[in-house]
């Protein structure tokens, strides 16, 4: 086993922390009882018949019992618990509750796959916000398991019983990727009114986008598909969109959240969100030269331009790319023409919002 870092992601700190995970891992990892670790579902692919590259990120966090932090948060967040249902202020208790966490800071976390157990894998220690990345390379093929997904879990104290578990969606060289947006394109949030979109993410149940889910389906039956799903909302509710995408349906894919730890940073600031959505998408071509790429966003933020800008750079990578209309502008409108100047017509589609019939997609 050794590791390598992310391309053009490491710095001086991180360097150090890779060189020192190079060694054999530790029986287990430095964790107290009251320490939690949440792994975020990466990407992994087979380097060669016998070595599989995995992305392995995790945040260790304890969770915060001072009972003036969830009202302190309701405030922050401009939502009034007294007029809530009680149903709706037990899904916010349990909703908040990552981010009410103190992450933590030097721990070690060690990983073993199932299917390749006798390759412990140690992370570099956690930063300042109890996040730790790494690309590990596993000698070997892995032998059971999902032949979608490598799963692993935290190795712990011995006696500890508790499990932290993670997986990595497994992506082949060749095949379509569909790379989507979360919030107002599968999960229906309104994120275009502030305060109906913090009831939607923290208080109401959450309802999924019609006819997305058996769309999703049936694209990812193909041969060697996959599901990347791309959203700005922070690593904290990872939890509740894994249930969510589980009980409304949709395969399962990798998940890549925004890597914010302080709740008063939940909503991103101005240029936060394209810029994560560029990175990560800039990474997933980097790392599967041979793909192709279906992207799937909404017009209540800047899925259109964002994903134009991947296409004018990518042209020979994006099969098309999908809006789910949300605001009602039309193929015509002055933001369409200018998003999409210079992309070939057939390979933008707008998608009605009540799950209508989609176009014919392009080979």
């Known amino acids: 086993m050794r590791c390598v870092p992310r391309p053009g992601a490491v710095t001086r700190r991180q360097w150090l922390g890779l060189a020192a995970s190079m060694a054999w891992a530790p029986a287990q990892a430095t964790l107290r009882d009251d320490e939690r670790v949440l792994f975020l579902p990466g990407t992994a692919r087979r380097l060669d018949a016998g070595r599989i590259e995995a992305d392995l990120h995790a945040w260790v966090y304890e969770p915060e019992r001072r009972p003036g932090l969830r009202t302190a948060f309701a405030r922050y ?209 980097h790392d599967f030269p041979a793909r192709r790429f279906l992207f799937v966003g909404d017009s209540g933020e800047a899925d259109p331009e964002i994903y134009a800008e991947v296409a004018r750079a990518h042209p020979g990578r994006v099969q098309a790319i999908l809006i789910r209309d949300v605001t009602g502008e039309g193929r015509d409108a002055p933001r369409y023409r200018a998003a999409f100047e210079g992309i070939e017509p057939g390979r933008w589609h707008l998608l009605p919002p009540d799950g209508g019939a989609w176009p014919r997609l392009p080979a």
């Open 77 to 285: 967040l401009g939502l009034d618990q007294d007029a809530m249902s009680a149903a709706d202020r037990e899904r916010f208790r349990r909703r908040c509750g990552l981010f009410l966490a103190d992450s933590e800071r030097g721990k070690e976390v060690v990983v073993r796959f199932e299917a390749m157990p006798a390759q412990p894998v140690r992370l570099p220690a956690t930063d300042a916000a109890g996040r730790s990345r790494l690309r590990a390379v596993i000698d070997g093929a892995p032998r059971g398991g999902s032949a979608a997904h490598l799963d692993f879990h935290a190795v712990l104290a011995d006696g500890d019983t508790r499990r932290f578990a993670g997986r990595a969606l497994l992506v082949p060289p060749e095949g379509l990727s569909v790379v989507s947006d979360i919030d107002d394109t599968v999960k229906l949030t309104e994120v275009r009114d502030r305060h109906e979109m913090l009831l939607n993410t923290f208080a109401r149940p959450s309802r999924a986008a019609p006819g997305m889910a058996a769309r999703y389906r049936r694209l990812a039956a193909a041969p060697g598909a996959r599901v990347h799903y791309l959203s700005a909302s922070p690593m904290q509710l990872l939890p509740v969109l894994e249930d969510f995408l589980a009980a409304a349906g949709f395969p399962r894919g990798s998940l890549h959240l925004r890597e914010s730890t302080s709740w008063r940073s939940l909503v991103p600031g101005e240029g936060e969100s394209r810029a994560h959505k560029l990175g990560a998408i800039a990474q997933l071509l």
